[in-house]
Structure formats: C-alpha cells, structure tokens
C-alpha cells in the first residue's frame, strides 16, 4: 500500500530535512586534507578513546541489557509499563539530565560514588566515567531489542527441551539466545553507535581531559571554533560509522521482510 498521492511531497521534505545536513557536511569537508586531519594527534587521541570506551559500554550493555530484557519481559500489567517507562528513559532524556543523574548517583557526593570516594574509589572525571554514560544511555537498544523478540518468541522449544530434562540456564544457552541471535545483534550494534556518539552525558559525568575523557564528539565540539576542518573531518568518520551501523543494524529486519 502506497497511499494517498499528497504524501508524496511531505515524503520529499522529510527526506531533504534529514539529507540536507548530510549533504552540507560533506560540501564542506576539505577532501584533499582529509586523511592528515583524521590522523592529527589530537584526533587520533579522541578516536582512540572513544573506540575503547564505547567497546566497552557495549559489551557492559550486553552483559547487564540482556538480562534486563529478560526480567522486563517477565513482568506484567502496570508494573511491566512503569518499568518500561523507567528503563527507556534514557532514550528521550536531555543528555545534560542524564550527565547529571549520572554525577548525583556516582559522583563524589552522590548516592554511591561518596561512599566509594571514601573507600578511595574515584568515577566522576574519569575514563570509567565515560563508559558509565555511554553505557547509561545506550542501554535501552539492548533492552528494547530483547524484550520485542522475546514477546514474538513463543516458548514452544524451551518448553521441549524442559520435558527432555534440560537445565534453564542450558535452555538458555542452546535454545533461547541462539533463537535471539538478530536481535542482540540489533541491539548491540545500536548500542555501539550510541555509545560512539554520546556526547552531553560525558561532557556533564566526565569533563573534557585530553587522553582520558574526551572522546571524539568532545573532541569535534571543541575543534568547531580553533579548527573548523578538523571537526568536519571528525564528523565524517562518525557520519561513516552510523551509516555502517544502522545499515548493518536493520538488515536482518529487511531480509524478514522479504521472505
């Protein structure tokens, strides 16, 4: 089903609104400096980090999302929709709130960062820091990204392999995650060019200290007004890595559709 006709311009300026910054990123890259602005030391400084971090605050959304979705999925009624409402918050908060309840619950002074400054235990302004934010807001992907399999799953084979003696943790492993295996993908793919691109929440949590806090998005704000090429640059590569990723991400749900 197309629809009505008089979709079709509203169609068109929705896709320019989107496509036209894109378009005017590119105009205005220095092609022919490209290469020597991505490499620059400070840019391969940011890069670098942010690769780290962001590996990291993935493979901490895999390890606590996954879970997570589970246990969302288990619940029922009111109480599944108000832990949803509270778990996918990070999705639509201003990342500035974010950084902020970040800072309040791990900071010095905060619910559990002041006992751990007490301990001799650091967060706020650190490297650990940035995982932490990038892994709070890319947490709900994985969450989202389990829960939806999960509700179209069905439980035929678990329920199988539960008559044939399996343990829950082995129908876990053979049967369920193997079945989610699109999904997680999905999720951590997603999870992953979140976690490349958060910006507001690290600047808040973490600061900006070369080498130890400012990743590549710190890195292009901070370049925009000294080195403007180099920030368009900068912007290229994570421009790639989106596209790469989203392209990567919705694959599977293309390939379902066509079949």
Known sequence: MTGPRWLVPLAVAGALLVALPL????????????????????SL????????????????????GVPLGFALHGLHGRVRAVARAVLLAPLVLPPVVGGLALLYAFGRRGLLGGPLEEAGVSIAYTTVAVVLAQAFVAMPFMVVSVESALATHGSRREAIAATLGASRTRILARVTLPALGPALATGTVLAFARALGEFGATLTFAGSLAGVTRTTPLEIY???????????????????????????????VAGRAVR
């Open 45 to 64: 400084e940011a890069l670098a980090l942010s690769l780290r971090t962001s590996l990291a605050a993935t493979a901490l959304v895999l390890v606590l």
């Open 23 to 42: 378009v005017g990123l590119l105009a205005r890259a220095s092609w022919g400096d490209l290469w020597a602005l991505i490499t620059a030391p400070a």
């Open 222 to 252: 901070l370049a925009r007004e000294t080195d403007p090429d180099a920030a368009v640059a900068l912007s290229i590569v994570l421009l790639v890595v989106a596209v790469t990723v989203v392209a990567v991400a919705y694959r599977p």
